[in-house]
């Protein structure tokens, strides 16, 4: 025979059950608001990223196809430069490391948005030798934040890094020529031309006095006393 539980025993089970009913939506609350913040940190990254990446090639003449349409984060964008056309590969911007794999991948999708060349924006220079390899056989553009940055002008007090060799003309692709520095080349050097004086100019030497050759019968003739 079983006995009924006393008051005391089913008030405090009521208060056990009350206090973690309480605790629940405040887990929940907590649980939510990391994700929220994670996201809120990805969207402000992927906005200084593509701000960066814009000015990067707005100075060198690549414009979007769709101007008015804006930079959806880790989506691709089509630009364009006269007749050349770029796919700006940005799927894995956030990738920790970016392999041959993923060059490949970018290389497929350059090949049926029938694109000339193919860029691969990262967050960060995480690409693999292997990557950096297939990229530079493809005509396939890496870009992390330290190549999105200005060039450093003259009068800021940094010294300048040394300038990279020029890839061979047979190896250069266009996308290639997007990292390279638009500097003018050099003006070819003037030739020498031989300096022309007028003859009251040119010093002559005092020292040297040209006479006729004296013949033997005149060293042999008695000379007339003055």
Not at 182 to 205: E, F, K, N, W, Y
């Amino acid at each position: 025979m079983t006995t009924a539980p006393s008051t005391p025993t089913r008030s405090l089970l009521t208060r056990v059950l009350t206090a973690i009913a309480a605790l629940m939506p405040a887990r929940r609350g907590r649980a939510g608001a990391a994700p929220a913040a994670a996201a809120s940190a990805s969207q402000a990254q992927w906005a200084r990223l593509a701000q960066a990446a814009t000015r990067f090639f707005d100075a060198r003449g690549l414009a979007p196809e769709h101007p008015g349409a804006p930079w959806p984060e880790a989506g691709a964008r089509l630009l364009h430069k006269g007749q050349r056309r770029y796919l700006v590969h940005a799927a894995h911007w956030q990738a920790p490391r970016v392999d041959a794999a993923t060059v490949q991948a970018v290389i497929r999708a350059v090949a049926r948005h029938q694109a000339t060349a193919g860029i691969l924006l990262c967050a960060g220079d995480v690409f693999t030798p292997a990557a950096r390899a297939l990229a530079r056989e493809n005509a396939i553009l890496l870009l992390d934040p330290r190549q999105l940055q200005p060039p450093q002008r003259a009068g800021d007090g940094a010294a300048a890094p040394a300038a990279k060799p020029a890839p061979s003309a047979s190896r250069a692709g266009p996308a290639s020529t997007l990292a390279a520095p638009l500097t003018p080349p050099p003006a070819p050097a003037a030739p020498r031309r031989p300096v022309l004086r007028p003859d009251h100019q040119v010093r002559g030497r005092r020292d040297f006095m040209p006479t006729v050759p004296i013949a033997p019968s005149e060293l042999a003739a008695p000379r007339c006393a003055s």
